[in-house]
């Protein structure tokens, strides 16, 4: 065909209209407008959310899904669990309608109530399919939300009103899906970092929140990332821009809650409200927990937003994605979220090495780590590590936990060679993938072009394979001392258990511990213990496991009584002595800040 006789005109944008239409049902309801159907048009809802890997079937929250054009009905087909077609007139606008439940209070999903919303685009907006990377519009509409209530989200907006009500746009449907919109009568604040403007919005704070403190310790995290990935720019005198025109920060704080979820300019956490920093007194442990969330969703945004996993090269929202990166994407963003912290001086070397000495006491007391490599752990994701059972420690490792200490391995081990660290190694893929696609082939070679040799063998042996890792040479060659001491009861038994209500419940049994050789199996409680023979023979309730010590001191056996489906077991189980965990400590400050204070 000549080239002059058709032109192909941009798509009209698709839209979609939000309306928080019953707060009290938890209901949101969206009519999604598309200006050029298909004759046979799908949409489909995603099984999953980028960041989380887990199939969700979010489709299972669509409810009453209706089509119509130019004002008739129209038949829908459903063609499986989370897609439909519509046989339309493929020159008028199709419009669907449909309502979303939203009561999951997680970053993952959606929720609506008299207090606040939240949702992702993947729980609420169907996907066109054959028009994914058209423009896409997002009309926010009050409808019956609380007077006062705002809107933040990190779409471009392109007509709204001073609460943030009206319509926003998104360049396709990926980054429609990957900017969550938070509404409500929020807290908000903003700052600066790398010359682009950051926005912190904070749900259900009490009345005793510190926003200014928060706003001032996240820009001092947020300064850190940037000059972290774009160091380039300090030698050339120029500041280094991040990869984004403006950051929005979604927190929302609850009773009890943690976790938060990477978006490309945005990310939605939940922390507890005890954890927020107060006016009148000191932050404590769990403030610094915050913060290092924080960090590790900010670096989410160079760190698998932009450079990710080949196979997240374009995601498929209809199923599993696999990749056996999330070591290094997982991984490297935990080494590298408490180690910002520390050189943003918001924490010192004493607490970052118990922040660290916490993961390696973790790694070593997860009897999975000897038969799953972080490799398999991070494509089996799907099925293990998001999927926790009673038997998890047993079957897998945390790509979290081992791809952080992977991470270290190979950051002591580059500045023990010479004058590189790991964060050479992240600042060159950046600029050899372009900020976009990776391989495992692509680390190898940044490691192998910085420091003039192969690391095969490391990353066989530390990523695909389940040896320990040589955590010990590395920590004491770099100023760190360890120490080690006997480990908690619970620990030394090869156990997990829960303890309310005066009773002890087994939760977990540790492969190749005491607990597992005695026959306790989880699912059971622990009632008691008998010990001693004869005329000075005893028995004793245990109301917690550590009533275990006042009890049977000295002794290397007891017989424990358990319950188990209503049946009462007695079972023999020695006492081990010789389980130990690690306590690392500074012992050579200078050393040490070569390392944590580069
Ligand atoms: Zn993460």
Not at 166 to 177: K, P, Q, S
Not at 267 to 293: F, M, N, Q, V, W
Not at 521 to 540: F, I, K, M, Q, T
Request: hydrophobic fraction near 40%.
């Amino acid at each position: 065909m000549p080239r002059t006789t058709r032109r192909r005109t941009t798509p009209a944008p698709l839209h979609y209209q939000v309306d928080v239409a019953d707060p009290h049902a938890h209901l949101y309801r969206v009519t999604l407008t598309i200006a050029q159907p298909d004759a046979q048009q799908r949409v489909s809802l995603p099984v999953w959310i980028p960041g989380s890997y887990l199939v969700r079937e979010f489709a299972k929250s669509l409810l009453g899904l209706q089509a119509r054009q130019g004002g008739r009905a129209l038949l829908i087909e459903q063609t499986d669990k989370c897609s439909w077609q519509i046989a339309c007139d493929p020159g008028r606008a199709l419009e669907l309608s449909y309502t979303v439940y939203a009561f999951d209070n997680s970053v993952r999903t959606a929720w609506l109530d008299s207090q606040r919303g939240f949702f992702n685009g993947t729980s609420l907006c169907l996907r066109v399919e054959g028009q994914e990377d058209a423009p896409h519009e997002l009309t926010l509409s009050p409808g019956n939300a609380p007077a006062g209530w705002q809107v933040a989200t990190g779409l471009d907006a392109l007509k709204v009103d001073r609460r943030g009500w009206g319509r926003y746009r998104a360049a396709d449907y990926d980054e429609l899906v990957d900017c969550p919109v938070e509404l409500g009568a929020f807290w908000s604040g903003e700052f600066k970092a790398g010359g682009v403007p950051h926005r912190f919005v904070v749900a259900g704070a009490p009345p005793s929140f510190d926003g200014s403190r928060l706003l001032a310790d996240a820009q001092r995290i947020c300064e850190t990332a940037i000059r972290f990935w774009h160091a380039e720019g300090r030698a050339t005198g120029r500041t280094g821009k991040p990869p984004f025109s403006n950051y929005l920060f979604l927190l929302n704080a609850s009773d009890d809650g943690y976790g938060g979820l990477e978006h490309r300019n945005s990310t939605a956490l939940i922390c507890g409200r005890r954890d927020l920093p107060r006016a009148e007194s000191k932050p404590g442990e769990g403030y610094t927990t915050l913060l290092g969330l924080i960090s590790h969703e900010y670096f989410h945004s160079w760190n698998v937003k932009r450079l990710r996993p080949a196979e997240f090269t374009h995601y498929d929202y209809t199923q599993e994605n696999y990749t056996q990166l999330l070591w290094f994407f997982e991984g490297f963003t935990s080494y590298y979220d408490d180690l910002l912290l520390r050189r943003a001086g918001l924490i010192d070397d004493t607490v970052y090495l118990r922040l660290l000495n916490k993961s390696i006491n973790q790694l070593q007391q997860t009897p999975g780590r000897l038969v799953q490599s972080v490799a398999q752990a991070s494509y089996d994701a799907w099925v293990k590590y998001y999927r926790v059972d009673e038997n998890t420690p047993n079957a897998t490792v945390s790509y979290y936990g081992k791809g952080a200490l992977v991470a270290l391995c190979l950051d002591l081990s580059l500045r023990a060679e010479g004058r590189h660290s790991l964060d050479d190694v992240m600042r060159a893929l950046w600029s050899r993938c372009q900020a976009g696609p990776m391989t495992q082939d692509d680390v190898l070679a940044a490691l192998q072009a910085l420091s003039g040799r192969s690391w095969t063998r490391e990353i066989q042996r530390w990523v695909h394979g389940t040896g320990e890792l040589p955590l010990r040479e590395l920590l004491e060659r770099h100023g760190v001392a360890i120490h080690e001491e006997a480990a908690q009861l619970a620990q030394r038994l090869g156990l997990r258990v829960g303890e309310t209500g005066g009773a002890v419940q087994i939760k977990t049994v540790l492969r190749g511990g005491a607990a597992e050789q005695a026959g306790l199996a989880a699912g059971d409680e622990w009632l008691g213990v008998e010990l001693g023979r004869g005329a000075a023979r005893s028995g004793w309730r245990l109301a917690r496991l550590d009533d275990l010590l006042l009890y049977a001191a000295g002794q290397t056996r007891v017989q424990a009584l358990v319950a188990r489906d209503r049946r009462l077991l007695t079972l023999e189980l020695k006492l081990p002595q010789t389980v130990h965990t690690w306590r690392l400590s500074v012992q050579d400050g200078q050393k040490l800040k070569a390392w944590l204070g580069a």
